[in-house]
Protein backbone atom coordinates (compact mmCIF):
# COMPACT_ATOMS: atom_id res chain seq x y z
CA UNK A 1 0.00 0.00 0.00
CA UNK A 2 1.62 3.16 -0.79
CA UNK A 3 2.35 5.76 2.14
CA UNK A 4 0.05 8.48 2.52
CA UNK A 5 1.86 11.44 3.24
CA UNK A 6 0.61 14.22 5.96
CA UNK A 7 1.22 18.08 6.15
CA UNK A 8 0.11 20.57 8.46
CA UNK A 9 -3.17 21.63 7.13
CA UNK A 10 -4.57 17.95 6.68
CA UNK A 11 -7.92 16.63 8.32
CA UNK A 12 -6.95 13.52 10.05
CA UNK A 13 -8.22 10.64 12.22
CA UNK A 14 -5.16 10.59 15.61
CA UNK A 15 -4.84 7.41 17.96
CA UNK A 16 -4.21 8.50 21.16
CA UNK A 17 -3.29 5.88 23.69
CA UNK A 18 -6.24 3.53 23.98
CA UNK A 19 -9.24 6.12 23.13
CA UNK A 20 -10.77 5.53 20.13
CA UNK A 21 -9.72 6.96 16.66
CA UNK A 22 -10.56 10.81 16.98
CA UNK A 23 -10.99 13.68 14.20
CA UNK A 24 -8.39 16.23 14.25
CA UNK A 25 -6.81 18.53 12.08
CA UNK A 26 -2.81 18.85 11.87
CA UNK A 27 -1.25 22.19 13.32
CA UNK A 28 2.49 23.79 14.03
CA UNK A 29 3.59 22.97 17.54
CA UNK A 30 4.09 25.95 19.89
CA UNK A 31 7.69 27.43 19.41
CA UNK A 32 8.90 26.73 22.26
CA UNK A 33 7.62 22.63 22.34
CA UNK A 34 10.17 20.49 20.85
CA UNK A 35 9.01 17.67 18.69
CA UNK A 36 9.27 13.84 19.94
CA UNK A 37 12.57 11.85 19.45
CA UNK A 38 12.43 9.03 17.71
CA UNK A 39 9.14 7.90 15.22
CA UNK A 40 7.97 10.39 12.73
CA UNK A 41 5.25 12.38 14.32
CA UNK A 42 2.52 15.00 13.46
CA UNK A 43 1.11 18.09 16.22
CA UNK A 44 -2.40 17.72 16.23
CA UNK A 45 -5.19 19.25 17.41
CA UNK A 46 -8.77 17.62 18.19
CA UNK A 47 -11.95 18.44 17.09
CA UNK A 48 -14.35 18.43 19.27
CA UNK A 49 -12.20 19.22 22.58
CA UNK A 50 -9.49 21.83 22.98
CA UNK A 51 -6.90 18.98 23.38
CA UNK A 52 -3.71 18.82 21.52
CA UNK A 53 -1.11 15.61 20.96
CA UNK A 54 2.15 14.73 19.33
CA UNK A 55 0.82 11.70 17.28
CA UNK A 56 2.94 8.77 15.48
CA UNK A 57 2.39 8.99 11.98
CA UNK A 58 1.24 5.32 11.76
CA UNK A 59 -1.42 6.43 14.67
CA UNK A 60 -2.78 8.91 11.81
CA UNK A 61 -5.18 8.38 8.73
CA UNK A 62 -6.59 10.79 6.40
CA UNK A 63 -9.58 12.01 7.18
CA UNK A 64 -12.15 12.24 4.31
CA UNK A 65 -10.53 8.37 3.16
CA UNK A 66 -11.58 6.68 7.15
CA UNK A 67 -14.67 8.69 7.44
CA UNK A 68 -17.46 6.13 6.63
CA UNK A 69 -15.57 3.91 8.58
CA UNK A 70 -15.13 5.62 11.88
CA UNK A 71 -18.55 6.90 11.74
CA UNK A 72 -19.70 3.11 11.44
CA UNK A 73 -17.37 2.21 14.78
CA UNK A 74 -18.38 5.21 16.95
CA UNK A 75 -21.61 6.07 17.82
CA UNK A 76 -21.42 7.72 21.24
CA UNK A 77 -22.79 11.62 21.44
CA UNK A 78 -19.48 13.67 21.76
CA UNK A 79 -17.82 11.56 18.74
CA UNK A 80 -20.72 12.37 16.86
CA UNK A 81 -20.47 16.46 17.82
CA UNK A 82 -16.35 15.69 17.17
CA UNK A 83 -17.90 15.01 13.19
CA UNK A 84 -20.25 18.00 13.35
CA UNK A 85 -17.18 20.37 14.57
CA UNK A 86 -15.45 19.04 11.08
CA UNK A 87 -18.26 19.52 9.00
CA UNK A 88 -18.79 23.19 10.15
CA UNK A 89 -14.91 24.05 9.72
CA UNK A 90 -14.78 22.78 5.92
CA UNK A 91 -18.25 25.11 5.77
CA UNK A 92 -16.31 27.72 6.99
CA UNK A 93 -12.91 27.13 4.81
CA UNK A 94 -15.44 26.53 1.88
CA UNK A 95 -17.07 29.89 2.60
CA UNK A 96 -13.68 32.13 2.54
CA UNK A 97 -12.45 30.40 -0.08
CA UNK A 98 -15.74 31.54 -2.34
CA UNK A 99 -15.12 34.80 -0.35
CA UNK A 100 -11.72 35.08 -1.40
CA UNK A 101 -12.47 34.63 -4.86
CA UNK A 102 -15.19 37.10 -4.71
CA UNK A 103 -13.20 39.96 -3.30
CA UNK A 104 -10.04 39.40 -4.45
CA UNK A 105 -8.72 39.86 -0.63
CA UNK A 106 -5.34 37.76 -0.66
CA UNK A 107 -4.70 38.90 2.61
CA UNK A 108 -5.18 36.39 5.64
CA UNK A 109 -5.61 37.25 9.46
CA UNK A 110 -1.94 36.87 11.19
CA UNK A 111 -2.26 33.85 13.74
CA UNK A 112 -1.29 33.96 17.18
CA UNK A 113 2.14 33.40 18.28
CA UNK A 114 1.17 33.18 21.81
CA UNK A 115 2.82 29.77 23.06
CA UNK A 116 0.47 27.25 24.18
CA UNK A 117 0.88 26.50 27.59
CA UNK A 118 1.20 22.48 28.02
CA UNK A 119 -0.98 20.81 31.07
CA UNK A 120 1.14 19.17 34.03
CA UNK A 121 -0.26 17.23 36.32
CA UNK A 122 -0.11 19.80 39.23
CA UNK A 123 -2.45 22.25 37.07
CA UNK A 124 -5.61 22.26 38.93
CA UNK A 125 -7.43 25.32 37.19
CA UNK A 126 -8.12 24.30 33.85
CA UNK A 127 -9.77 27.75 33.39
CA UNK A 128 -6.64 29.76 33.62
CA UNK A 129 -4.94 27.89 30.45
CA UNK A 130 -6.84 30.00 27.86
CA UNK A 131 -6.37 33.65 27.45
CA UNK A 132 -9.29 35.41 27.18
CA UNK A 133 -7.88 37.34 23.87
CA UNK A 134 -5.95 34.34 22.62
CA UNK A 135 -7.59 32.76 19.34
CA UNK A 136 -7.55 29.52 18.03
CA UNK A 137 -4.21 27.78 16.36
CA UNK A 138 -5.60 28.75 12.94
CA UNK A 139 -9.14 31.30 12.21
CA UNK A 140 -10.74 28.82 10.50
CA UNK A 141 -11.18 26.29 13.71
CA UNK A 142 -14.44 25.75 15.19
CA UNK A 143 -15.05 27.91 17.79
CA UNK A 144 -14.26 26.45 21.92
CA UNK A 145 -17.82 27.33 22.62
CA UNK A 146 -19.35 24.60 20.37
CA UNK A 147 -16.98 22.00 21.49
CA UNK A 148 -16.78 19.14 24.46
CA UNK A 149 -14.19 17.12 26.04
CA UNK A 150 -12.90 13.51 24.60
CA UNK A 151 -14.45 10.66 26.11
CA UNK A 152 -12.69 7.86 27.41
CA UNK A 153 -14.82 4.60 25.56
CA UNK A 154 -12.51 2.18 23.85
CA UNK A 155 -12.57 2.07 19.69
CA UNK A 156 -12.96 -1.17 18.17
CA UNK A 157 -13.19 -2.62 14.37
CA UNK A 158 -9.93 -0.26 13.57
CA UNK A 159 -6.51 -1.99 13.47
CA UNK A 160 -3.68 0.99 15.01
CA UNK A 161 -0.36 0.18 15.74
CA UNK A 162 -0.30 -0.36 20.21
CA UNK A 163 3.42 -0.66 20.62
CA UNK A 164 4.04 0.84 23.96
CA UNK A 165 6.96 4.37 23.76
CA UNK A 166 10.02 3.80 24.71
CA UNK A 167 10.94 5.34 28.12
CA UNK A 168 11.60 8.80 26.48
CA UNK A 169 11.41 11.91 28.66
CA UNK A 170 10.62 13.86 25.41
CA UNK A 171 8.03 11.81 24.19
CA UNK A 172 4.90 12.33 25.84
CA UNK A 173 1.21 13.67 25.03
CA UNK A 174 0.64 17.18 25.86
CA UNK A 175 -2.87 17.72 26.46
CA UNK A 176 -4.12 20.71 27.04
CA UNK A 177 -7.42 20.28 28.25
CA UNK A 178 -8.43 24.18 27.53
CA UNK A 179 -12.41 24.61 27.95
CA UNK A 180 -14.80 27.17 29.32
CA UNK A 181 -16.73 26.85 32.66
CA UNK A 182 -20.01 25.28 32.50
CA UNK A 183 -22.91 26.51 34.26
CA UNK A 184 -23.50 25.64 37.64
CA UNK A 185 -26.77 24.46 37.04
CA UNK A 186 -25.33 21.92 34.27
CA UNK A 187 -21.88 21.20 35.33
CA UNK A 188 -20.85 17.78 35.09
CA UNK A 189 -18.75 15.79 37.27
CA UNK A 190 -15.72 16.09 35.49
CA UNK A 191 -12.85 13.79 36.60
CA UNK A 192 -9.17 13.04 35.26
CA UNK A 193 -8.46 9.44 33.97
CA UNK A 194 -4.55 8.14 34.01
CA UNK A 195 -3.75 5.39 31.49
CA UNK A 196 -0.70 3.61 32.28
CA UNK A 197 1.06 1.90 29.90
CA UNK A 198 4.15 -0.21 31.57
CA UNK A 199 6.62 -0.40 29.94
CA UNK A 200 8.27 -4.04 29.18
CA UNK A 201 11.16 -4.88 31.63
CA UNK A 202 10.27 -1.99 33.93
CA UNK A 203 8.09 -1.73 36.69
CA UNK A 204 8.42 2.03 35.41
CA UNK A 205 5.80 3.64 34.16
CA UNK A 206 4.69 5.96 31.04
CA UNK A 207 1.48 7.54 31.24
CA UNK A 208 -0.78 9.58 29.13
CA UNK A 209 -3.84 11.51 30.66
CA UNK A 210 -7.13 12.45 29.34
CA UNK A 211 -9.90 13.86 30.83
CA UNK A 212 -13.29 11.59 31.05
CA UNK A 213 -16.88 13.02 32.18
CA UNK A 214 -19.33 10.78 33.98
CA UNK A 215 -21.74 11.67 31.65
CA UNK A 216 -19.81 10.41 29.00
CA UNK A 217 -18.26 6.70 30.16
CA UNK A 218 -19.96 3.69 28.09
CA UNK A 219 -20.63 0.73 30.59
CA UNK A 220 -18.98 -2.60 29.82
CA UNK A 221 -21.63 -5.10 28.39
CA UNK A 222 -20.13 -7.43 31.00
CA UNK A 223 -22.03 -8.38 33.83
CA UNK A 224 -20.18 -7.18 37.22
CA UNK A 225 -20.54 -8.57 40.59
CA UNK A 226 -19.61 -6.68 43.52
CA UNK A 227 -19.16 -8.31 47.24
CA UNK A 228 -18.85 -6.22 50.39
CA UNK A 229 -20.76 -2.71 50.82
CA UNK A 230 -18.77 -1.01 53.35
CA UNK A 231 -17.92 2.47 53.70
CA UNK A 232 -15.55 2.21 50.64
CA UNK A 233 -17.91 -0.49 48.68
CA UNK A 234 -21.00 1.55 48.96
CA UNK A 235 -19.66 4.30 47.13
CA UNK A 236 -18.31 2.30 44.29
CA UNK A 237 -21.31 0.04 43.59
CA UNK A 238 -23.65 3.51 43.56
CA UNK A 239 -21.41 4.99 41.42
CA UNK A 240 -21.39 1.90 38.90
CA UNK A 241 -24.82 1.71 39.04
CA UNK A 242 -25.07 5.87 38.47
CA UNK A 243 -23.03 4.92 34.79
CA UNK A 244 -25.10 2.07 33.99
CA UNK A 245 -23.25 -0.66 34.47
CA UNK A 246 -24.74 -4.37 35.03
CA UNK A 247 -24.22 -5.03 39.09
CA UNK A 248 -25.35 -7.98 41.23
CA UNK A 249 -24.08 -7.11 44.61
CA UNK A 250 -23.63 -9.31 47.78
CA UNK A 251 -22.89 -8.25 51.66
CA UNK A 252 -22.35 -10.66 54.69
CA UNK A 253 -25.34 -8.06 56.62
CA UNK A 254 -27.75 -8.69 53.63
CA UNK A 255 -29.78 -5.61 54.84
CA UNK A 256 -27.24 -3.63 53.42
CA UNK A 257 -27.99 -4.70 49.90
CA UNK A 258 -32.15 -3.35 50.33
CA UNK A 259 -30.28 0.09 48.78
CA UNK A 260 -29.08 -0.73 45.79
CA UNK A 261 -31.33 -3.12 44.88
CA UNK A 262 -34.19 -0.56 45.29
CA UNK A 263 -31.17 1.54 42.61
CA UNK A 264 -31.57 -1.10 40.15
CA UNK A 265 -28.83 -4.07 41.14
CA UNK A 266 -29.95 -7.30 41.50
CA UNK A 267 -29.34 -9.75 44.72
CA UNK A 268 -27.14 -12.47 44.86
CA UNK A 269 -27.32 -15.02 47.89
CA UNK A 270 -23.61 -16.58 47.93
CA UNK A 271 -20.30 -15.32 47.15
CA UNK A 272 -19.81 -18.66 44.94
CA UNK A 273 -23.14 -17.44 43.06
CA UNK A 274 -22.13 -13.83 42.34
CA UNK A 275 -19.10 -15.21 40.94
CA UNK A 276 -20.99 -17.87 38.63
CA UNK A 277 -23.34 -15.19 37.40
CA UNK A 278 -21.05 -12.48 36.53
CA UNK A 279 -18.53 -12.15 34.04
CA UNK A 280 -16.26 -10.03 36.27
CA UNK A 281 -16.61 -9.86 39.88
CA UNK A 282 -15.30 -7.23 42.46
CA UNK A 283 -14.61 -7.52 46.41
CA UNK A 284 -13.72 -4.63 49.17
CA UNK A 285 -13.54 -6.33 52.39
CA UNK A 286 -12.08 -5.42 55.67
CA UNK A 287 -8.62 -7.34 56.09
CA UNK A 288 -6.58 -10.16 54.97
CA UNK A 289 -8.42 -13.15 56.81
CA UNK A 290 -12.09 -11.49 55.20
CA UNK A 291 -10.36 -11.42 52.14
CA UNK A 292 -9.23 -15.24 52.04
CA UNK A 293 -12.69 -16.34 53.83
CA UNK A 294 -14.64 -14.68 51.01
CA UNK A 295 -13.02 -16.63 48.61
CA UNK A 296 -11.65 -20.20 49.87
CA UNK A 297 -14.70 -20.53 52.73
CA UNK A 298 -18.15 -21.97 52.18
CA UNK A 299 -19.82 -21.10 49.59
CA UNK A 300 -16.83 -18.46 48.57
CA UNK A 301 -15.91 -17.26 45.19
CA UNK A 302 -13.62 -20.13 44.02
CA UNK A 303 -16.35 -22.18 43.98
CA UNK A 304 -17.97 -19.95 41.39
CA UNK A 305 -15.15 -19.46 39.51
CA UNK A 306 -14.80 -21.06 35.72
CA UNK A 307 -12.64 -20.15 33.05
CA UNK A 308 -12.78 -16.82 32.51
CA UNK A 309 -14.19 -15.49 35.05
CA UNK A 310 -12.40 -12.43 36.12
CA UNK A 311 -11.49 -11.35 39.95
CA UNK A 312 -10.95 -8.47 40.97
CA UNK A 313 -9.12 -7.72 45.07
CA UNK A 314 -9.76 -3.96 46.00
CA UNK A 315 -9.37 -4.50 49.82
CA UNK A 316 -6.04 -3.53 51.33
CA UNK A 317 -4.39 -6.42 52.09
CA UNK A 318 -0.71 -7.70 52.47
CA UNK A 319 1.21 -9.31 49.06
CA UNK A 320 1.49 -12.33 50.27
CA UNK A 321 -2.62 -12.64 50.22
CA UNK A 322 -2.30 -11.57 47.11
CA UNK A 323 -0.24 -13.94 45.82
CA UNK A 324 -2.08 -16.91 47.03
CA UNK A 325 -5.67 -15.60 46.13
CA UNK A 326 -4.13 -15.18 42.69
CA UNK A 327 -2.76 -18.65 42.48
CA UNK A 328 -6.05 -20.15 43.42
CA UNK A 329 -8.08 -18.02 41.26
CA UNK A 330 -5.72 -18.62 38.48
CA UNK A 331 -5.99 -22.57 38.84
CA UNK A 332 -9.32 -22.58 38.32
CA UNK A 333 -8.95 -20.65 34.87
CA UNK A 334 -9.85 -17.09 36.13
CA UNK A 335 -7.96 -14.42 35.55
CA UNK A 336 -6.89 -12.07 38.36
CA UNK A 337 -6.35 -8.45 39.19
CA UNK A 338 -5.60 -6.72 42.82
CA UNK A 339 -6.89 -3.06 42.12
CA UNK A 340 -6.76 -1.69 46.32
CA UNK A 341 -8.27 2.19 45.83
CA UNK A 342 -6.91 5.53 47.78
CA UNK A 343 -9.47 7.67 49.36
CA UNK A 344 -12.26 7.77 51.87
CA UNK A 345 -15.97 7.38 52.22
CA UNK A 346 -16.25 10.58 50.51
CA UNK A 347 -13.82 10.41 47.72
CA UNK A 348 -15.66 6.46 47.18
CA UNK A 349 -19.16 8.93 47.07
CA UNK A 350 -17.86 11.39 44.58
CA UNK A 351 -15.80 8.42 42.86
CA UNK A 352 -12.90 10.19 42.64
CA UNK A 353 -10.68 7.24 44.96
CA UNK A 354 -7.09 6.34 43.29
CA UNK A 355 -6.93 2.74 41.86
CA UNK A 356 -3.97 0.75 41.77
CA UNK A 357 -4.02 -2.09 39.86
CA UNK A 358 -1.82 -4.88 39.32
CA UNK A 359 -2.39 -8.38 37.74
CA UNK A 360 -3.42 -9.19 34.71
CA UNK A 361 -3.43 -6.87 32.15
CA UNK A 362 -6.67 -7.75 29.79
CA UNK A 363 -8.68 -7.62 33.37
CA UNK A 364 -7.63 -4.15 33.82
CA UNK A 365 -8.30 -3.10 30.08
CA UNK A 366 -11.31 -4.97 30.42
CA UNK A 367 -12.59 -2.69 33.50
CA UNK A 368 -12.01 0.17 32.03
CA UNK A 369 -15.39 1.72 32.22
CA UNK A 370 -16.00 0.33 35.87
CA UNK A 371 -12.45 2.38 37.32
CA UNK A 372 -13.90 5.11 35.40
CA UNK A 373 -16.90 5.31 37.23
CA UNK A 374 -15.79 4.79 40.59
CA UNK A 375 -11.82 6.48 40.28
CA UNK A 376 -10.46 9.91 39.08
CA UNK A 377 -6.78 7.89 38.31
CA UNK A 378 -5.94 4.35 37.38
CA UNK A 379 -2.12 3.37 37.69
CA UNK A 380 -1.22 -0.34 36.04
CA UNK A 381 1.67 -1.11 38.55
CA UNK A 382 2.90 -4.72 36.43
CA UNK A 383 3.03 -8.01 38.83
CA UNK A 384 0.14 -9.09 41.05
CA UNK A 385 1.40 -8.09 44.89
CA UNK A 386 2.67 -4.62 43.75
CA UNK A 387 -0.57 -2.99 44.17
CA UNK A 388 -0.65 -3.97 47.43
CA UNK A 389 3.01 -2.79 48.44
CA UNK A 390 2.46 0.47 46.96
CA UNK A 391 -1.01 1.01 48.96
CA UNK A 392 0.64 -0.03 52.01
CA UNK A 393 3.27 2.33 51.96
CA UNK A 394 0.80 5.16 50.79
CA UNK A 395 -1.48 4.22 53.88
CA UNK A 396 1.79 3.74 56.05
CA UNK A 397 2.52 7.69 54.97
CA UNK A 398 -0.97 8.76 55.86
CA UNK A 399 -1.33 6.92 59.07
CA UNK A 400 1.78 8.37 60.61
CA UNK A 401 1.42 12.29 59.41
CA UNK A 402 -2.76 12.17 60.85
CA UNK A 403 -0.86 10.98 63.88
CA UNK A 404 1.69 13.53 63.74
CA UNK A 405 -1.02 15.85 63.17
CA UNK A 406 -2.81 14.85 66.26
CA UNK A 407 0.15 15.12 68.11
CA UNK A 408 1.02 18.75 66.89
CA UNK A 409 -2.22 19.98 67.83
CA UNK A 410 -2.39 18.50 71.63
CA UNK A 411 0.83 20.04 72.15
CA UNK A 412 -0.29 23.10 71.14
CA UNK A 413 -3.30 22.88 73.52
CA UNK A 414 -0.93 21.80 76.51
CA UNK A 415 1.75 24.44 75.92
CA UNK A 416 -1.27 27.84 75.60
CA UNK A 417 -1.19 28.46 72.39
CA UNK A 418 -4.48 28.05 70.30
CA UNK A 419 -5.22 25.49 68.46
CA UNK A 420 -7.19 27.22 65.69
CA UNK A 421 -4.50 29.31 65.11
CA UNK A 422 -2.15 26.55 64.70
CA UNK A 423 -4.24 25.19 62.22
CA UNK A 424 -5.26 28.40 60.12
CA UNK A 425 -1.14 28.73 60.64
CA UNK A 426 -0.18 25.33 58.93
CA UNK A 427 -3.05 25.70 56.21
CA UNK A 428 -1.21 29.00 55.17
CA UNK A 429 2.09 27.07 54.34
CA UNK A 430 3.81 24.07 52.24
CA UNK A 431 1.15 21.23 54.12
CA UNK A 432 -1.33 22.64 53.25
CA UNK A 433 -4.16 20.41 51.71
CA UNK A 434 -7.82 19.31 52.10
CA UNK A 435 -7.00 16.23 53.91
CA UNK A 436 -4.88 18.29 56.60
CA UNK A 437 -8.05 21.41 56.68
CA UNK A 438 -11.06 19.23 57.30
CA UNK A 439 -9.44 16.55 59.59
CA UNK A 440 -8.23 19.15 62.23
CA UNK A 441 -11.44 21.01 61.96
CA UNK A 442 -13.58 17.52 62.39
CA UNK A 443 -10.82 17.27 65.88
CA UNK A 444 -11.92 20.66 67.04
CA UNK A 445 -15.39 20.16 66.54
CA UNK A 446 -15.25 16.54 68.29
CA UNK A 447 -16.54 15.05 65.47
CA UNK A 448 -15.20 11.32 64.72
CA UNK A 449 -17.75 9.81 62.20
CA UNK A 450 -15.52 7.63 60.21
CA UNK A 451 -14.54 8.60 57.06
CA UNK A 452 -11.67 6.30 57.25
CA UNK A 453 -11.80 3.95 59.94
CA UNK A 454 -9.09 3.97 62.90
CA UNK A 455 -9.05 0.41 63.33
CA UNK A 456 -8.11 -0.23 59.27
CA UNK A 457 -5.39 2.15 58.98
CA UNK A 458 -4.30 0.85 62.05
CA UNK A 459 -4.14 -2.95 60.20
CA UNK A 460 -2.38 -1.06 57.22
CA UNK A 461 0.63 0.46 59.45
CA UNK A 462 0.94 -3.00 60.82
CA UNK A 463 0.82 -4.94 57.70
CA UNK A 464 3.42 -2.14 56.55
CA UNK A 465 6.02 -2.73 59.40
CA UNK A 466 6.15 -6.68 58.60
CA UNK A 467 6.26 -5.28 55.11
CA UNK A 468 9.20 -3.41 56.04
CA UNK A 469 10.89 -6.43 58.48
CA UNK A 470 10.80 -8.73 55.17
CA UNK A 471 12.58 -6.33 53.06
CA UNK A 472 15.08 -5.65 56.04
CA UNK A 473 14.17 -1.95 55.63
CA UNK A 474 13.64 -0.53 59.12
CA UNK A 475 10.33 1.96 59.90
CA UNK A 476 10.67 4.10 63.30
CA UNK A 477 7.94 6.52 62.11
CA UNK A 478 5.71 3.77 61.34
CA UNK A 479 6.29 2.01 64.48
CA UNK A 480 5.79 5.21 66.61
CA UNK A 481 2.46 5.93 64.75
CA UNK A 482 1.32 2.44 65.31
CA UNK A 483 1.42 2.37 69.00
CA UNK A 484 -0.46 5.73 69.38
CA UNK A 485 -3.40 4.01 67.30
CA UNK A 486 -3.41 0.86 69.15
CA UNK A 487 -3.58 3.44 72.31
CA UNK A 488 -6.56 5.03 70.82
CA UNK A 489 -7.92 1.41 69.95
CA UNK A 490 -7.64 0.95 73.53
CA UNK A 491 -10.01 3.79 74.48
CA UNK A 492 -12.34 2.11 72.11
CA UNK A 493 -11.83 4.15 68.82
CA UNK A 494 -11.56 1.50 66.60
CA UNK A 495 -15.02 2.48 64.82
CA UNK A 496 -14.25 5.93 64.58
CA UNK A 497 -12.36 8.15 62.11
CA UNK A 498 -8.50 7.82 61.76
CA UNK A 499 -8.18 11.33 63.33
CA UNK A 500 -10.22 10.01 66.53
CA UNK A 501 -6.01 9.24 67.09
CA UNK A 502 -6.06 12.88 68.87
CA UNK A 503 -7.63 11.08 71.69
CA UNK A 504 -5.12 8.56 72.01
CA UNK A 505 -2.78 11.94 72.83
CA UNK A 506 -5.81 13.30 75.96
CA UNK A 507 -6.25 10.20 77.76
Not at 30 to 45: E, I, M, N, S, T
Not at 342 to 356: E, P
Not at 360 to 373: G, I, K, P, T
Request: with cysteine; aromatic share 6%; charged share 25%.
Amino acid sequence: MATVHLRIGDLVWGKLGRYPPWPGKIVSPPKDLKKPRGKKCHFVKFFGTEDHAWIKVEQLKPYHAHKEEMIKINKGKRFQQAVDAVEDFLKKAKGKEQNSDGKGDSKGKKASNKPLKILEEDDEDLSALRDPSEKDLTDSDPEPSAMERLGAGPGSGFKWETSPVKDDPHFHHFLLSQSEKPASSMEPISKRLKIIEEVTGSTSIQAADSTAINGSITPTDKRIGFLGLGLMGSGIVSNLLKMGHIVTVWNRTAEKCDLFIQEGARLGRTPAEVASMCDITFSCVSDPKAARDLVLGPSGVLQGIRPGKCYIEMSTVDPETITELSQVITSRGGRFLEAPVAGSQQLSNDGMLVILAAGDRSVYEDCSSCFQAMGKTSFFLGEAGNAARMMLILNMVQGSFMATIAEGLTLAQATGQSQQTFLDILCQGQMASTFVDQKCQNILQGNFKPDYYLKHIQKDLRLAISMGDMANHPTPMAAAANEVYKRAKALDQSDNDISAVYRAYIH
